[in-house]
């Protein structure tokens, strides 16, 4: 076979798989792209977040000292809350991580403890894994962590809602969701301009509730376009 038309084949089957992605990302940036919305900060922005609180029963979140759940059945997380430490577990590793105090933290591979920069590594990765998989089982919670900015955005239907601007924290600062609310002030989706995603206003569910024990309402499914995304075994006490 000569080199001219093992590059016609090899171009060929990088155009086989890469057009339809194209294709589809093309579908869904000009079906779903948005502009962030601006809208009015304020005491009524402020106000309508206190009633989103309310209705997920905010005071028994605060008061809830331990969850536990699975992200996709992936990881698997046990977080102490009220000592600010999770175990973080996926495949072969393991994370003691102390949230307050990353560098604190212990790394098992194998059961068997490992320190220096592979174990920082690990304890970085560990990080990332919690604030994204935490953020989409508490996140409603977090409406007014430090460095968060909220805005009175303008709907359909004479309806409000409510855009969270998350300007510090976490793994990506400056991502911004907007909740939107049924009519008891429940959140039922949000939207997103995030920095992990190339289109913003992409949405996904909030409508999957389960009560823990300790009374706290916390989601065990997304749906986000055409994928699901689990959360399983969730635990509150």
Not at 150 to 174: A, E, K, M
Request: aromatic residues 14%; positive net charge; contains cysteine.
């Amino acid at each position: 076979m000569t080199i001219k038309k093992i590059v016609k084949i090899s171009l060929g089957i990088v155009v086989f798989l890469t057009l339809p992605s194209l294709l589809f990302f093309g579908f869904v940036y000009f079906k779903y792209n948005e502009e962030l919305p601006t809208g009015i900060a304020g005491p009524q922005a402020d106000s309508l977040a206190h009633n989103m609180l309310e209705a997920l029963n905010y005071e028994a979140y605060k008061n809830t000292n331990y969850i536990e759940w699975s992200f996709k059945n992936r990881r698997h997380y046990q977080w102490q809350k009220n000592k600010h430490t999770c175990t973080v577990r996926w495949k072969d590793y393991k994370v003691q991580l102390h949230l307050n105090h990353p560098d604190s933290s212990k790394v098992f591979v194998h059961n068997f403890e490992i320190q220096g920069e592979q174990a920082s590594e690990h304890i970085k990765t560990a990080l990332g894994y919690f604030n994204n998989d935490s953020f989409w089982l508490v996140a409603p919670y977090k409406v007014f962590d430090p460095g968060t900015e909220r805005q009175l955005i303008p709907l359909d239907n004479n309806q409000q809602g409510l855009l969270v601007t998350y300007t510090s924290g976490g793994t990506t600062p400056g991502d911004s969701y907007l909740w939107i609310l049924d009519a008891n002030n429940k959140p039922i989706k949000f939207r997103m301009w995030v920095q992990i995603l190339p289109i913003g206003g992409l949405e996904a569910s909030w409508n999957n509730w389960t009560t823990t024990e300790s009374g706290a309402l916390l989601p065990t499914f997304h749906q986000f376009l055409f994928l699901g995304i689990k959360l399983n075994n969730v635990v509150g006490k």
